[in-house]
C-alpha cells in the first residue's frame, strides 16, 4: 500500500484551464512537498509545505501555482492558468526519518499533459 | 546557486560487468541522495549520505561521499538486468529551513544487456 497516494494519475487539459493535484497521506504529517518532472529531464523542486503554510518555495512556483490542505488530509497543487510547459509528472512527498536523516517518499506522481 | 551534475547521463553495459556513476555539486551540503526511477514510475529511495566518507551498500550498489571534492558515486557491481533504470542523485539546498528541499541531477540511464 503506498504511503503517499496521488490522484488523478493523469490529467488532460486545455491551456488556460485550472488544474488541481491531489495528494493524500496515510500517515499524519506535517511536512509535505511537491517535485515535477518534464519528460525526460531532471526532477525540480517546487514548494515544500509545513503545518499548512508554505514553508520554501523555488522559482518554478510563481504566481499561478497555489498548495493548500483544504480538509486537514488532503494536500493539494493548484495550478489557476495551465499553460504548455506546465507539462510534467508532478510527485507529491513526504519527509520521513531513515537511518537518522530525513529521506523523501514519493507518490507515484500525476501526469499532466496540457494542450 | 546549487548546481548537480550527473556522468555519463546514459549507460548501456553488459550484465555481470562494474561501473561506476559519478555526482558532483557546486556547493556545500549537509546530505546527498540516490533515488532509482523505473520507466514512467516514481522515485525509490536508495541511499542517504551524511557525512564526509559515507560508504553505503545494498546487493550490488554502492555509494560514497567524497565531501571536500564534493563528488558522491555510486558504484555497480556484476550489473544485472534488474537494475536497468535511472539513477538521480540529489543534494540538499545549503541553508534549507525545511529539510527536504533538494536539488537533484539530470539522471543517468543504465541499461544493463544480458
Known amino acids: 500500500e503506498p504511503e503517499v497516494t496521488q490522484t488523478p494519475s493523469h490529467q488532460v487539459t486545455q491551456m488556460g484551464q485550472e488544474v488541481i493535484l491531489r495528494c493524500v497521506p496515510i500517515s499524519n504529517h506535517l511536512y509535505f512537498y511537491w517535485y515535477r518532472q518534464i519528460l525526460g529531464q531532471k526532477v525540480e523542486f517546487l514548494v515544500s509545505f509545513y503545518n499548512n503554510e508554505i514553508s520554501e518555495k523555488s522559482e518554478i512556483f510563481d504566481d499561478q501555482f497555489s498548495v493548500e490542505r483544504p480538509d486537514g488530509s488532503n494536500f493539494t497543487l493548484k495550478i489557476r492558468s495551465t499553460k504548455l510547459e506546465d507539462s510534467a509528472m508532478y510527485f507529491c512527498?513526504?519527509?520521513?526519518?531513515?537511518?537518522?536523516?530525513?529521506?523523501?517518499?514519493f507518490g507515484a506522481g500525476s501526469r499532466l499533459t496540457v494542450l | 546557486e546549487l548546481k548537480v551534475e550527473q556522468n555519463p547521463l546514459f549507460l548501456s553495459m553488459q550484465e555481470g560487468k562494474n561501473y561506476t556513476i559519478y555526482c558532483n555539486y557546486s556547493t556545500t551540503s549537509d546530505r546527498l541522495y540516490w533515488y532509482r526511477q523505473d520507466p514512467g514510475k516514481s522515485l525509490e529511495s536508495l541511499f542517504v549520505l551524511l557525512s564526509n566518507g559515507a560508504v553505503k551498500q545494498e546487493g550490488r550498489l554502492m555509494a560514497s561521499l567524497d565531501t571536500k571534492a564534493r563528488l558522491s558515486t555510486l558504484h555497480i557491481t556484476a550489473a544485472v538486468h534488474d537494475l536497468s533504470a535511472t539513477y538521480f542523485c540529489?543534494?540538499?539546498?545549503?541553508?534549507?529551513?525545511?529539510?527536504?528541499?533538494?536539488?537533484f541531477g539530470g539522471g543517468t540511464r543504465l541499461m544493463v544487456k544480458p
Open positions: 540529489a543534494v540538499l539546498h545549503p541553508h534549507n529551513n525545511a529539510g527536504n528541499m533538494l536539488t
Open positions: 512527498a513526504k519527509g520521513q526519518e531513515n537511518s537518522g536523516a530525513n529521506v523523501l517518499t
